[in-house]
Nanobody
């Protein structure tokens, strides 16, 4: 069983930045593809970004390209989401998720991911 713990959320003004972190338990972190999702009140959980097990490839939602950067440090069992130029519509609970091998085929599919954190709140004020 893998446990994922997110941190780094908070309240920020529009145009500001936040860096989210997600720490995973266990020794298999370096084999997981990792993703970030978010869920706003009354809306479905939506894909934000993902990274392959070795950090060699990344994927982003169209709305986040150029503003968000996903990265990982396998030595620290941690995946990051750097968020710049934040907008009020980015307000949501942000979740990290792990996809263990064999990997799914589509980054943005919730059911692809086997493990989820409990989320961290990001609030962007206008």
């Amino acid at each position: 069983q893998v446990q994922l713990v997110e941190s780094g959320g908070g309240l920020v003004q529009a145009g500001g930045s936040l860096r989210l972190s997600c720490v995973a338990s266990g020794r298999a972190f370096s084999t997981y593809a990792m993703g970030w999702f978010r869920q706003a009140p009354g809306k479905e959980r939506e894909f934000v970004a993902a990274v392959t097990w070795n950090g060699g490839s990344t994927s982003y939602a169209d709305s986040d390209k150029g503003r968000f950067t996903i990265s990982r440090d396998n030595a620290k069992n941690t995946v990051y989401l750097q968020m710049n130029s934040l907008k009020p519509e980015d307000t949501a609970v942000y979740y990290c998720a792990a996809d263990s091998p064999p990997y799914g085929s589509s980054w943005n599919i919730v059911r692809r991911y086997d493990y989820w954190g409990q989320g961290t709140q990001v609030t962007v004020s206008s």
